[in-house]
C-alpha cells in the first residue's frame, strides 16, 4: 500500500480515500496542478450562440464531465492511484483502478499518469455515458456504503502528462489526442471522453445539441492547438442586489445610471452571502429605471471594492431581487478556494455589519436577464426566494452555522502624501499597516497609489502593492513618491505640482 494508515480519511474493502497531501509521490504534485491551472482552468467561457465565432484549421470537441479533474497514475509496481488539484488527495483501489490498469498492461504500458475526470453513475443501471453530477462523486466517494456503490465511479480520460516517464504536455495536442484514441476504448467505466474531430463550427454546434441539448450533458469543450473553449447551457439565479455603482462623468455611463451591483443570497438562518458584482446584459433605459429604485444605506467600519474599477459599492436596503443569466460557478482561484464575506443586515437599526469570511463561489460571465432583469413576483426579505441552496446544491463548498461578527483591528496610515495641479489633477501616496495579517485574510502592510486627471480619457489610475515587511513597505512608499513626483535632478517637484497634505510618522523623513 502506498500510503500510510494516519493519511486514510475513507476505507472500504480495498478502496482508499487519503486526507489532503496524501500523495504518495510529491513530485507529480506540480505536474498535476500546472494541468490544471494553464489549460483547464484557462478553457475560455463561450455561450451556445458565439460558437460561429470560434476559429482554428482543426478543432477538437469532447463531452464535458460533471465530476472531479484527478490524473491517474499507473507504474505497473505498486497500487494505482488518482489525485485531485489542488489538495492532492489519492484515490486508490477502486474497481476502475484494476480497469485503467488492465487497459495499461494490455497496452505495453510501463508507466503513466493520465489527465481526466473522476465521476460517478446515480443510475439504477449503471451507464456511464449519460449524464453525471459531481454531488454524487462526491456521495460515493466519501461515504460508500458498500462495494456497488464503488462500482459507480468511473474515469474519463481527456489528456496525456506523461507516458513511459516521458513528458507528453510539450507534444501537439494532435498527438496527445491521437494516443488517447489510441489507449483507450471509446466508452465504459474506464475510457476516453466522448470526443471527435470536426472541421468547422456548424459540426460544433451539432456536437452540442447531440450531446447538451438532447442528452443532457453538462456541456462540450472545443480545442485548437493554441486555445481551448468551454461552452454549457445558461445558467439562472434569482439573488439579493445589495450594493451598487453608478456610472461615471465621461465614460459611456452616466452617474444617474446602474454600472454595477452586488450580489448576494441568503443562508437559512437569514445572513447574506456575497456571490458576485454583475452589470451586464442591461440596456441604458433599464440602467436609468433601476438606479431610481435602490435605497442607499450608510455603512460605517467596513467598505466592499467593485473589483472592475476599485469605487467602494454604496450599500442599499435589500429587497430587490435580480434574475441572473451566468455560464458556470468558480469556488477556486489559483488553486486556492474562494472566500466571500458575509453580511448581516440589522433591521432595526438599518444598517449593515460585515460577518466572517467564509469558503463559497464566484459566478463566471454573469449577466442580467435582459428583457426581465428583476423578479418583481419575489423579495429579498423572504429567504427562500434567494436562497444559497441555488449554489450549494451544484457545487461542493462547506455547509455552514451562524456565522460570527468580524472583530479586527483598525488600520493604521503609516504615511500619506497628496500633491495637486492646477486643482485639476491629484495624485495620493499611501502606506499603511493593516494590523489584520494575523487573521490570514488580509496583508500586513499595503502601498496605495491614486493618479486623477479631470481631463483624462480615463480620469482614475491607481496601483497598490502588499508586503509582510514594514521597512520594505517604505522602500516602495518612497520610490513612488520619488519616481511620480520628482523632477530629473531630485531637487524640486515636478513643474506645476505642490504639496497638498502630507503625513509621515518617520521623524524628519521628507525625500531622498
Given at each position: 500500500?502506498?500510503?500510510?494508515?494516519?493519511?486514510?480519511?475513507?476505507?472500504?474493502?480495498?478502496?482508499?480515500?487519503?486526507?489532503?497531501?496524501?500523495?504518495?509521490?510529491?513530485?507529480?504534485?506540480?505536474?498535476?496542478?500546472?494541468?490544471?491551472?494553464?489549460?483547464?482552468?484557462?478553457?475560455?467561457?463561450?455561450?451556445?450562440?458565439?460558437?460561429?465565432?470560434?476559429?482554428?484549421?482543426?478543432?477538437?470537441?469532447?463531452?464535458?464531465?460533471?465530476?472531479?479533474?484527478?490524473?491517474?497514475?499507473?507504474?505497473?509496481?505498486?497500487?494505482?492511484?488518482?489525485?485531485?488539484?489542488?489538495?492532492?488527495?489519492?484515490?486508490?483501489?477502486?474497481?476502475?483502478?484494476?480497469?485503467?490498469?488492465?487497459?495499461?498492461?494490455?497496452?505495453?504500458?510501463?508507466?503513466?499518469?493520465?489527465?481526466?475526470?473522476?465521476?460517478?453513475?446515480?443510475?439504477?443501471?449503471?451507464?456511464?455515458?449519460?449524464?453525471?453530477?459531481?454531488?454524487?462523486?462526491?456521495?460515493?466517494?466519501?461515504?460508500?456504503?458498500?462495494?456497488?456503490?464503488?462500482?459507480?465511479?468511473?474515469?474519463?480520460?481527456?489528456?496525456?502528462?506523461?507516458?513511459?516517464?516521458?513528458?507528453?504536455?510539450?507534444?501537439?495536442?494532435?498527438?496527445?489526442?491521437?494516443?488517447?484514441?489510441?489507449?483507450?476504448?471509446?466508452?465504459?467505466?474506464?475510457?476516453?471522453?466522448?470526443?471527435?474531430?470536426?472541421?468547422?463550427?456548424?459540426?460544433?454546434?451539432?456536437?452540442?445539441k447531440e450531446n447538451v441539448i438532447n442528452h443532457n450533458m453538462e456541456g462540450i469543450v472545443v480545442r485548437t492547438e493554441d486555445v481551448g473553449f468551454k461552452i454549457k447551457p445558461v445558467h439562472s439565479i434569482d439573488v439579493a442586489i445589495i450594493?451598487?455603482?453608478?456610472?461615471?462623468?465621461?465614460?459611456?455611463?452616466?452617474?444617474?445610471?446602474?454600472?454595477?451591483?452586488?450580489?448576494?443570497?441568503?443562508?437559512?438562518?437569514?445572513?447574506?452571502?456575497?456571490?458576485?458584482?454583475?452589470?451586464?446584459?442591461?440596456?441604458?433605459?433599464?440602467?436609468?429605471?433601476?438606479?431610481?429604485?435602490?435605497?442607499?444605506?450608510?455603512?460605517?467600519?467596513?467598505?466592499?471594492?467593485?473589483?472592475?474599477?476599485?469605487?467602494?459599492?454604496?450599500?442599499?436596503?435589500?429587497?430587490?431581487?435580480?434574475?441572473?443569466?451566468?455560464?458556470?460557478?468558480?469556488?477556486?482561484?489559483?488553486?486556492?478556494?474562494?472566500?466571500?464575506?458575509?453580511?448581516?443586515?440589522?433591521?432595526?437599526?438599518?444598517?449593515?455589519?460585515?460577518?466572517?469570511?467564509?469558503?463559497?463561489?464566484?459566478?463566471?460571465?454573469?449577466?442580467?436577464?435582459?428583457?426581465?432583469?428583476?423578479?418583481?413576483?419575489?423579495?429579498?426579505?423572504?429567504?427562500?426566494?434567494?436562497?444559497?441552496?441555488?449554489?450549494?446544491?451544484?457545487?461542493?463548498?462547506?455547509?455552514?452555522?451562524?456565522?460570527?461578527?468580524?472583530?479586527?483591528?483598525?488600520?493604521?496610515?503609516?504615511?500619506?502624501?497628496?500633491?495637486?495641479?492646477?486643482?485639476?489633477?491629484?495624485?495620493?501616496?499611501?502606506?499603511?499597516?493593516?494590523?489584520?495579517?494575523?487573521?490570514?485574510?488580509?496583508?500586513?502592510?499595503?502601498?496605495?497609489?491614486?493618479?486623477?486627471?479631470?481631463?483624462?480619457?480615463?480620469?482614475?489610475?491607481?496601483?497598490?502593492?502588499?508586503?509582510?515587511?514594514?521597512?520594505?513597505?517604505?522602500?516602495?512608499?518612497?520610490?513612488?513618491?520619488?519616481?511620480?513626483?520628482?523632477?530629473?535632478?531630485?531637487?524640486?517637484?515636478?513643474?506645476?505640482?505642490?504639496?497638498?497634505?502630507?503625513?509621515?510618522?518617520?521623524?524628519?523623513?521628507?525625500?531622498?
Amino acid at each position: 500500500m502506498r500510503i500510510k494508515n494516519d493519511q486514510i480519511e475513507t476505507k472500504l474493502n480495498t478502496y482508499i480515500r487519503g486526507k489532503p497531501e496524501s500523495l504518495p509521490i510529491p513530485e507529480l504534485a506540480h505536474l498535476i496542478d500546472n494541468y490544471k491551472k494553464n489549460i483547464a482552468q484557462r478553457l475560455i467561457p463561450r455561450r451556445y450562440e458565439k460558437i460561429p465565432k470560434i476559429r482554428g484549421d482543426v478543432l477538437y470537441a469532447s463531452v464535458k464531465i460533471d465530476g472531479e479533474y484527478a490524473a491517474y497514475y499507473y507504474d505497473g509496481a505498486d497500487n494505482s492511484f488518482f489525485c485531485n488539484s489542488h489538495t492532492h488527495r489519492v484515490y486508490m483501489g477502486l474497481p476502475v483502478n484494476d480497469d485503467l490498469d488492465k487497459i495499461m498492461k494490455n497496452k505495453g504500458i510501463k508507466s503513466a499518469l493520465i489527465g481526466g475526470e473522476l465521476f460517478a453513475s446515480s443510475h439504477d443501471s449503471l451507464d456511464f455515458e449519460a449524464r453525471s453530477r459531481i454531488l454524487d462523486f462526491i456521495h460515493y466517494s466519501r461515504n460508500p456504503g458498500n462495494q456497488e456503490d464503488l462500482e459507480r465511479i468511473g474515469f474519463k480520460a481527456f489528456d496525456i502528462l506523461q507516458i513511459n516517464g516521458k513528458e507528453w504536455m510539450t507534444k501537439l495536442f494532435k498527438k496527445r489526442f491521437d494516443k488517447l484514441c489510441e489507449i483507450f476504448p471509446r466508452n465504459g467505466r474506464a475510457s476516453m471522453v466522448k470526443s471527435m474531430v470536426v472541421k468547422n463550427t456548424r459540426a460544433i454546434e451539432q456536437f452540442y445539441k447531440e450531446n447538451v441539448i438532447n442528452h443532457n450533458m453538462e456541456g462540450i469543450v472545443v480545442r485548437t492547438e493554441d486555445v481551448g473553449f468551454k461552452i454549457k447551457p445558461v445558467h439562472s439565479i434569482d439573488v439579493a442586489i445589495i450594493g451598487i455603482c453608478e456610472g461615471l462623468y465621461g465614460s459611456k455611463l452616466n452617474k444617474d445610471q446602474l454600472a454595477t451591483t452586488l450580489i448576494a443570497l441568503r443562508n437559512p438562518h437569514g445572513d447574506y452571502q456575497i456571490l458576485s458584482a454583475v452589470g451586464g446584459g442591461l440596456t441604458d433605459e433599464a440602467r436609468t429605471d433601476l438606479w431610481k429604485k435602490f435605497e442607499i444605506i450608510p455603512t460605517k467600519g467596513f467598505s466592499i471594492p467593485n473589483r472592475h474599477d476599485g469605487r467602494v459599492f454604496h450599500m442599499v436596503k435589500p429587497g430587490i431581487v435580480g434574475q441572473i443569466d451566468y455560464l458556470d460557478l468558480l469556488v477556486e482561484r489559483r488553486g486556492e478556494p474562494i472566500y466571500q464575506n458575509s453580511l448581516h443586515f440589522n433591521e432595526k437599526e438599518e444598517k449593515w455589519e460585515t460577518l466572517q469570511p467564509v469558503q463559497f463561489a464566484t459566478l463566471i460571465s454573469p449577466r442580467f436577464v435582459k428583457d426581465h432583469p428583476l423578479r418583481t413576483d419575489k423579495d429579498a426579505n423572504n429567504i427562500i426566494d434567494v436562497r444559497v441552496s441555488q449554489i450549494t446544491d451544484l457545487v461542493d463548498v462547506p455547509k455552514t452555522g451562524a456565522i460570527t461578527q468580524l472583530q479586527l483591528e483598525k488600520s493604521t496610515i503609516l504615511a500619506r502624501k497628496v500633491f495637486e495641479k492646477d486643482n485639476k489633477m491629484v495624485r495620493k501616496f499611501i502606506v499603511w499597516e493593516t494590523n489584520k495579517g494575523g487573521s490570514g485574510l488580509y496583508p500586513d502592510f499595503v502601498i496605495y497609489f491614486l493618479d486623477y486627471s479631470e481631463n483624462r480619457k480615463a480620469p482614475f489610475k491607481r496601483k497598490a502593492k502588499i508586503t509582510k515587511d514594514k521597512e520594505q513597505a517604505f522602500e516602495i512608499f518612497d520610490s513612488w513618491v520619488n519616481a511620480e513626483m520628482l523632477s530629473t535632478n531630485k531637487s524640486s517637484f515636478k513643474k506645476g505640482w505642490s504639496e497638498f497634505s502630507i503625513k509621515d510618522i518617520r521623524e524628519n523623513k521628507i525625500y531622498d
